[in-house]
Structure formats: structure tokens, C-alpha cells
């Protein structure tokens, strides 16, 4: 490990093991946060446990905390290291870098400078992704691999078409808005529990159900669906309720041609 990263202060806050709520028991005698500098900027990782070393990698919108119930059980085997990634939780958070490539050169550093020089990778969701990169670019560095969980893994599946059904656009819609530049942050920055409560809540099978039925729209203009909404065209949520018997939740009528289409051509795919 680098003499600096020794001396680095000790991570504080909601996103550090001391600041974190609902832990397992006894997860702080095992596990500490510490932050590690990689030699081009500062990771936080939680790390504990005895044995070869394992680095654990999450997925979106998540942190080292998305490990927390699996952690205490692979420490009992392993040197266990869930990291922040680049640009989430307590990590470091450049303008740019944001590549798989980029991505998993920060945790060859990482590893580097915590003195591993092979280690196994877990990996999920966006941690999938990155995995692979890791193990592709750095065969030398990883002793064994697991991904998982990933929507249509790149070169597994073809790439979803730009009108799919309902329950695949409300689960996929965060990537191709993710990648938008500076609108989304300008979007979501003082509406996070809207946007985060969402994706936890859609991605966990349901809908929240607090917020009110009669504030979405379906476009930036008034359409039928904006009439709700005194013909602002706001929205605070990426979703439009009608009655619809078939999907047992709401849909906006400009857009159920488009659904039925997108239905109608991935079922003659099958």
C-alpha cells in the first residue's frame, strides 16, 4: 500500500461503514472505510476480512453499501474490498474517465496500491461491465471472475430498439438519460428523491405510490395527457397514467401505438 494513502483522512459520513444505517451485526468490527490513493485520484473502499483478496464492484445507482448483507459471510474466506466507483459515493468524482476502460484501470490502482497483485472480481449491473474490462485488459492481474446481472450483456444480446414495451423502457429508460450530457444532472439536481425513488422503487417491482396521479405528461408541449397538469407539460415522473386493463397500471394514449408496435415486433423475434 502507498505510505500516502495511509495517511489520507479517515472517510466520515452516511456513505462510510461509520455513517452507514442499517448494517448487519458486527459488521464494524470486520469491515473500515479507508480512502486509497491511486495515484491519479481517491477511491473509498470498505474493506475487511482474511484470506486471498476479493474485490467487489457494484452496480447503478448504487455504492460499496449495495454488498453489505453478502460481506460478512465472504470475509469469513476472503480479504474483502467493496469500492466506490469513480464519481459515486465518497470516490472521487472527475469530469471525465467514465469508460469501462478508464473504469477498471482505477481498480488495477486500487488493487496496486493496497499491495495485490492478483485478485478475483465480482461484478453486477454497470460492475458487469467493468469486470469484464478488467479481466479483458489485465488477464495477469485477475485470478477469477463472476458477473452478473446486466441487461442484454454487450455482445450477448442485440441492443433494444428505441420504442420497446412498458415494463422494458421503465426499467431501461436511466441508460440512453444517463448518457445525455449536462441536461440530466440540470433535471434531476433538487428532484433526487423523485429520480432516485423511481429507479429503487421500479427496479424493486413496484410503484411508489405517493406520488400524485395527476401531475404527468407526455411531452415538453401540451398533448391530452398534459391537460392534467394545467397544460404545463411537467412531469415529475417518466410514466403517464390512463386506465389501461391489459398492463393493470396507466399508460399515455399518444404512446400506446408506439407500444403496441414495439409489443407486435419483439414478439415476431421470438
Keep these: 500500500m502507498s505510505s500516502f494513502s495511509t495517511r489520507l483522512p479517515a472517510p466520515e459520513g452516511i ?16 469491515f ?16 475487511g ?31 474483502v474490498i467493496a469500492v466506490d466507483q469513480r464519481g ?6 472527475p469530469e ?28 453486477h449491473d454497470t460492475g458487469f461491465a467493468i469486470g469484464y474490462a478488467l479481466a479483458a485488459d489485465h488477464p495477469d492481474r485477475v485470478d477469477r471472475v463472476a458477473l452478473a446481472e446486466i441487461p442484454g450483456p454487450p455482445g450477448a444480446a442485440p441492443a433494444p430498439s428505441l420504442f420497446v414495451p412498458a415494463p422494458l423502457n421503465e426499467r431501461l429508460w436511466h441508460i440512453p438519460f444517463n448518457r445525455v450530457e449536462k441536461v440530466n444532472e440540470q433535471l ?24 400524485s396521479t395527476t401531475t404527468s405528461a407526455c411531452s415538453p408541449t401540451p398533448t391530452p395527457c ?34 403496441r408496435r414495439a409489443t407486435a415486433n419483439t414478439s415476431g423475434r421470438r
Excluded at 434531476?188 to 427496479?203: K, L, N, P, S, W
Design 15 to 30: 456513505g462510510s461503514v461509520s455513517g452507514a444505517p442499517n448494517l448487519p451485526a458486527g459488521f464494524t468490527d470486520t
Design 32 to 47: 473500515t472505510s479507508r480512502y486509497i490513493d491511486t495515484g491519479e485520484l481517491r477511491l473509498h473502499a470498505v474493506i
Design 49 to 79: 476480512g482474511e484470506g486471498p483478496p476479493l474485490l467487489l464492484v457494484h452496480g447503478w445507482p448504487e455504492t460499496w453499501y449495495a454488498w453489505r448483507l453478502l460481506m460478512p459471510a465472504l470475509a469469513r474466506d476472503f480479504e
Design 88 to 93: 459515486i459515493g465518497l470516490s472521487d468524482k
Design 96 to 123: 471525465g474517465g467514465y469508460d469501462t476502460g478508464a473504469l477498471a484501470n482505477d481498480l488495477v490502482a486500487l488493487m496496486d496500491a493496497l499491495g495485490h497483485q492478483r485478485f478475483a472480481v465480482v461484478g
Design 188 to 211: 434531476v439536481q433538487g428532484r433526487e428523491d423523485v429520480f432516485f425513488g423511481y429507479e429503487f422503487a421500479i427496479q424493486g417491482g413496484s410503484f411508489p405510490t405517493t406520488w
Design 226 to 259: 398534459a391537460a392534467a397538469s394545467g397544460g404545463t407539460g411537467r412531469s415529475i415522473r417518466p410514466w403517464h397514467r390512463t386506465s389501461s386493463a391489459r398492463t393493470g397500471r396507466s399508460r399515455c394514449p399518444s404512446w400506446r401505438s408506439a407500444e
